[in-house]
């Protein structure tokens, strides 16, 4: 298994110093967030996006995901108006297009919330979004993995049955899917039933601790999780690619210090 350094917690420090220490620690591949500084689409559409591919070039490290900010201000597909839904699709169209030109493998977007829309236009919202987003990857021979949310964050699909559902019925073959192991361990749910039920269309892992309790990403072993089990039992079913230790937040006065630590545990599930 292959393991990746998540940005979002160094937006407070220069964009490189998650480069070096993405090989000072050993990690594989990096998966850049989206969000100014470091990685906004319409920034990497212009000048930045030669900055970061001379950091890979330099660092020799990959960009594996690219995973834009949305699903908060001032973008969210899920809420709004038709124009304001144009717009999100607009930005996150770009945001393929961004993930595509700096090499990334894939780039990742998650399930918003609707605020409340009755299941009938929250669905069709949601597939039309998705659909063309799809679509929008195809035509650059790009990937988008789609990832479910927990209940704080989104109302669309938070089990595993439902994200499954929708992927099948959707069945683009430019959509993917994925697993964060915190959302199905706080509803009870096994994550190692992603890999049995998504199959082949499993691309991507998130590999976090959690209090149970609510959406909180821990590092390894600060919370609640058998995440020594947990890993094992996905590598079991059939799962053994990428999988970014998604410390967002939390951590995010001393993201080296705390990338580090969660390597290192990560490293100590695999033995």
């Given at each position: ?190 994550p190692a039933d992603y890999p049995r039920r998504l199959g ?36 079991a079913a059939g799962y053994d690619g990428a999988a970014t ?27």
């Open positions: 298994m292959k393991f990746g350094l998540f940005t979002c917690g160094y937006q407070r420090a220069a964009l490189e110093d998650a480069f070096a220490d993405t090989v000072r620690f050993g990690y594989d591949y990096i998966e850049l967030w989206g969000g100014r500084p470091h990685g906004f689409a319409p920034d990497l559409l212009s000048d930045d996006g030669a900055e970061i591919r001379g950091l890979i070039q330099r660092f020799g490290v990959p960009v594996r995901v690219y995973t834009p900010e949305h699903n908060a201000y001032p973008y969210n597909y899920m809420l709004g108006s038709r124009r304001q839904w144009e717009d999100s699709m607009e930005y996150l169209e770009a945001a393929i297009r961004a993930g595509a030109a700096i090499g990334a493998e894939y780039t990742l977007v998650s399930l918003g919330h609707s605020g409340g829309l009755p299941l009938q236009e929250r669905t069709r919202r949601l597939e039309s979004s998705l659909l063309r987003l799809a679509d929008a990857a195809q035509r650059l021979g790009h990937a988008l993995v789609v990832e479910n949310l927990t209940p704080w964050e989104s109302d669309a699909c938070t089990n595993l049955a439902s994200y499954a559902a929708l992927l099948e019925r959707l069945d683009h073959p430019a959509l993917c899917g994925m697993c964060d192991v915190v959302v199905p361990f706080v509803q009870g749910e096994d082949s269309r499993m691309r991507h892992l998130h590999l976090v601790d959690s209090d149970g309790i609510s959406e909180t990403h821990l590092v390894p072993g600060e919370g609640m999780m058998p995440l020594g089990r947990v890993l094992r039992d996905i590598r230790l998604e410390l967002v937040t939390h951590y995010i006065d001393a993201p080296s210090r705390y990338a580090r630590l969660a390597l290192e545990r990560a490293k100590e599930l695999m033995v």
